[in-house]
């Protein structure tokens, strides 16, 4: 048995599949999917049928006019010659002419879905809820499989390392994924424990692998979520209803981590201010409870007797002692909170650096 090389056998498979002419001049007809036109000129797509689909590429030269009606969600009739891809490893339709263009069935399903919605106030920013200032705890909607929950705890970790996550782990691709991250938001909003913030998260994808994201039953669930959520899907180009519907869109899961954290800077400027309010509210509270206490015995004074004006004020005296000692307590106990998490804040910042 001869052993080939992979360029050899990459190289086999090409020759074989110009020589056939059932592979020359061939028409297929799909749904139009992934348009991405290269900085070179050359655009590649993607033509999907019920179950599987074709890559594409129209070269540089026909790009500028065949590509002028090729968008996502277009069903169309392509003809070309179907060649092996020697760099990418699979057949592609190398595109001569595109035929009879009109929009498919999903694609107007989907933007009457997307009226329907409009309608019902899906999108309106109104009715978006807002973000904690600072979270304490955050649910991961994702899959656990993938870098995407490790991207999204690094960043928060260098954010702020008080930060504790619950994984909602779930897939993200397939018939199911739509009902099973549904669920998932449905769970976190029933729990005990609710998370203070949702990060519904996946990486990049093909379009077509993005479409759980466009279903109805989650987007439902993203809307009725008493949990503000944050939508990161696919990457900056990618847009998925999912991105509309929820309380705020991050281009990455990693922009959803920074989106939700604030950095520690920010915590550690809130505590010294707080600390700074509690110290001048103490001294103004006092001064203006003692300025109180003077003008009373004046008053006092021009109508009591020396003798009871002298057992008022042993007896103010000692309200005010006692007074003053609750307020030390109150303050040394609010006090004792703010430096300890400062301090254990400093700590970690002197050890991970700024």
């Known amino acids: 048995m001869k052993i080939y ?31 991405h036109t290269h900085f070179s000129g050359v655009t590649y797509f993607t033509l999907l049928g019920e179950e599987s689909r074709l890559f594409c590429v129209i070269g540089r030269m026909g790009s500028s006019f065949l590509t002028r009606n090729l968008m996502s969600g277009m069903e169309a009739t392509v003809i070309g010659d179907i060649r092996f891809n020697t760099l990418s490893g699979w057949p592609s339709l190398f595109v001569e002419r595109v035929m009879d263009i009109h929009k498919s069935r999903n694609q107007e399903e989907k933007e009457d879905m997307v009226k329907e919605l ?58 199911e994924a739509a009902r099973d991250m549904a669920d998932r938001i449905r769970e976190a909003c029933r729990a005990e424990d609710k998370p203070d913030i ?23 669930a993203i809307h009725e979520s008493t949990i503000p959520l944050i939508s990161a899907v696919g990457h900056e180009t990618d847009t998925t209803l999912s991105d509309l519907t929820a309380d705020r869109r991050a281009s990455t899961p990693t922009q959803a981590a920074e989106i939700a954290i604030p950095e520690r800077t920010v915590w550690l400027s809130l505590l010294r ?24 015995l004046i008053s006092m004074k021009e109508h009591t007797s020396p003798k009871g004006l002298q057992d008022l004020r042993r007896e103010i005296q000692s309200q005010v002692l006692l007074l003053d000692q609750q ?13 300890e998490s400062l301090m254990s804040l400093q700590k970690w910042s002197s050890g991970h650096g700024n």
């Open 5 to 35: 090389s992979v360029n050899e056998c990459t190289r086999l498979l090409a020759g074989r599949m110009k020589k056939d002419y059932i592979f020359s001049h061939v028409a297929v007809r799909g749904t139009i999917s992934s348009v």
């Open 118 to 175: 409009e309608r019902e106030g899906y999108f309106d920013p109104l009715r978006k809820k807002g973000l904690p200032p600072f979270p304490f705890h955050i649910g991961i909607i994702s899959s656990e499989s993938g870098a995407v929950v490790h991207d999204i705890v690094k960043t928060a970790g260098l954010r702020n390392p008080c930060v504790r996550f619950t994984l909602y782990s779930t897939s993200v691709q397939g018939e």
């Open 198 to 220: 949702l990060i519904l998260a996946r990486g990049g994808g093909a379009e077509d692998d993005l479409g759980p994201f466009n279903e109805r039953i989650l987007l439902d």
């Open 273 to 296: 201010d707080r600390i700074r309010e509690l110290e001048e509210g103490r001294k103004s509270c006092f001064l203006s409870k003692k300025q109180e206490i003077a003008d009373m």
């Open 327 to 339: 307020k030390e307590m109150q303050l040394k106990s609010r006090y004792r909170s703010v430096l």
